[in-house]
């Protein structure tokens, strides 16, 4: 039987335990019925205290500390609630428990924002990653060791597990029941909990909020020019001279700065935009092309796929709940 550690703190998402209790339980039913042992036994460990009480009005009794944690096969470090650096530095220990488990040869995985604590780790350097779609540049720049890949619902190395955001990571589990019971308990526990199988992106949920979580004011002011006129014809050159900057230096800061170049985030501007018109409303899609700063409906569907994952008739149809004409 396999052994799981699923860490429990207070700032924990009471869902980002449950749901996983609720899965692996239900697949050790169905692998009971039919004839076969169970394979998974998961253990609520949490640093000092037994009966945790969550930032919700909830408490979670745990099984064990991770001082009477022998040994496991798997940890899994579930989503929190609240800003990462208070909570990775409130919980610190745990940090340094994982670390130190996964040197003995126990894999690790993270659920959605759980990312931050293997990433404060060590454990993530050099390896691909993912997180929730509000993290991603919030990751990059505090890890830059790390490979963190934004559309990605499930990443696996060297028996470290990372996942996409809120219920998204949930396909993890499906993944890991697949890997270490089989396609068949995997399949039965994606029809009784209602999750697709085999999800791969989850571009199509992000919200662009503009990566301002820095200090370089030409970048904000640069930023902020972008976000005015994106529905006009501005060029590089154009917005390098709103920071008063050759077209290169400029480049180089915005990249520094974002986490992306300038067209990049002039795209992802232009996109948001047409994201929220596609949600609204019916208009053409030529139209709608036009008002966000797009001049060939190739491009623009190129680069929306790109952005979403989805084309702008599949986003429509998933999010507008008027009939497209």
């Given at each position: 039987m396999m052994q799981i550690a699923l860490l429990v703190y207070e700032e924990v998402i009471q869902s980002s335990v449950s749901s996983v209790i609720d899965i692996l339980m239900g697949s050790n039913q169905f692998l009971e019925?039919?004839?076969?042992?169970?394979?998974?036994?998961?253990?609520?460990?949490s640093e000092k205290l037994r009966n945790i009480q969550l930032y919700a009005p909830a408490q979670l009794l745990c099984h064990k500390t991770i001082s009477e944690v022998v040994e496991a096969d798997l940890i899994i470090a579930p989503a929190f609630h609240g800003r990462a650096e208070m909570v990775l530095e409130?919980?610190?220990?745990?940090?340094?428990?994982?670390?130190?488990?996964?040197?003995?040869?126990?894999?690790?995985?993270?659920?959605?924002?759980?990312?931050?604590?293997?990433?404060?780790?060590?454990?993530?350097?050099?390896?691909?990653c993912t997180s929730h779609w509000s993290v991603i540049d919030d990751m990059k720049q505090r890890y830059p060791e790390a490979e963190v890949l934004a559309d990605?619902?499930?990443?696996?190395?060297?028996?470290?597990?990372?996942?996409?955001?809120?219920?998204?990571?949930?396909n993890l589990i499906l993944y890991?029941?697949?890997?270490f019971s089989?396609?068949?308990?995997?399949?039965?526990?994606s029809k009784m909990f209602s999750i697709d199988l085999d999800r791969v992106s989850q571009a199509h949920f992000a919200i662009f909020q503009g990566?301002?979580?820095?200090?370089?004011?030409?970048?904000?002011?640069?930023?902020?020019?972008?976000?005015?006129?994106?529905?006009?014809?501005?060029?590089?050159?154009?917005?390098?001279?709103?920071?008063?900057?050759?077209?290169?230096?400029?480049?180089?800061?915005?990249?520094?700065?974002?986490?992306?170049t300038p067209l990049e985030?002039?795209?992802?501007?232009?996109?948001?935009?047409?994201?929220?018109?596609?949600?609204?409303?019916?208009?053409?899609?030529?139209?709608?092309?036009y008002n966000v700063g797009y001049n060939d409906i190739k491009t623009f569907r190129n680069v929306f796929k790109?952005?979403?994952?989805?084309?702008?008739?599949d986003y429509r149809r998933k999010y507008c709940r008027m009939e497209a004409v």
């Open positions: 019925r039919m004839g076969k042992p169970p394979m998974f036994n998961v253990e609520l460990v409130k919980n610190h220990v745990l940090v340094d428990w994982i670390r130190k488990m996964h040197r003995t040869g126990t894999e690790v995985a993270s659920l959605c924002f759980g990312s931050y604590f293997l990433a404060e780790a060590g454990l993530l350097d050099g390896k691909p990605m619902v499930i990443t696996e190395k060297e028996g470290i597990y990372t996942s996409g955001g809120a219920f998204s990571s949930l890991l029941i697949e890997k089989g396609r068949e308990t995997a399949i039965w526990a990566q301002r979580q820095h200090e370089d004011e030409e970048i904000l002011k640069a930023q902020t020019y972008i976000e005015q006129h994106y529905h006009l014809p501005i060029s590089i050159e154009q917005i390098a001279e709103q920071a008063n900057m050759s077209k290169r230096n400029f480049i180089r800061r915005f990249k520094t700065a974002t986490c992306n985030y002039l795209q992802r501007v232009k996109i948001e935009s047409a994201k929220k018109a596609l949600e609204k409303n019916t208009q053409n899609i030529s139209s709608l092309m790109r952005v979403t994952g989805l084309t702008p008739q």
